[in-house]
Nanobody, 122 residues
Framework: VQLQASGGGLVQAGGSLRLSCAASGPTFSSYDTGWFRQAPGKEREFVATITSYGRIYYADSVKGRFTISRDNAKNTVFLQMNSLKPEDTAVYYC?????????????????WGQGTLVTVSS
């Protein structure tokens, strides 16, 4: 499967953005899909994931502000980000795999998109 992330941009603190992860392939509905982010000088960290059967997990830092969802008919996973903070600034990556089980570990995902930059100004 190939993944294409989009929707990043510059937004003021308190604003919102919606990221999209479009996937190729007819069996995307069987993939668990996650969002990770990497800020400058920091390691990649887990943001949210949605399994093929709809179970959702969030990092504590985004719980209540971010919402992950998927539209299998459009082969797309979304990340709605509200109440953005400057510390949310990072390159956001979507990732997918069939056996991650909703893992928070990036090593559980074998397929990655190219990343989209989110910048939140204070």
């Amino acid at each position: 499967v190939q993944l294409q992330a989009s929707g990043g941009g510059l937004v003021q603190a308190g604003g919102s953005l919606r990221l999209s992860c479009a996937a190729s392939g007819p069996t995307f509905s069987s993939y668990d899909t996650g969002w990770f982010r990497q800020a400058p000088g920091k390691e990649r960290e887990f943001v949210a994931t949605i399994t093929s059967y709809g179970r959702i997990y969030y990092a504590d830092s985004v719980k209540g502000r971010f919402t992950i969802s998927r539209d299998n008919a459009k082969n797309t996973v979304f990340l709605q980000m509200n109440s953005l903070k400057p510390e949310d600034t990072a390159v956001y990556y979507c990732a997918a795999d069939t056996v991650s089980g909703g893992s928070r570990w990036s090593s559980a995902y074998n397929y990655w998109g190219q990343g989209t930059l989110v910048t939140v100004s204070s």
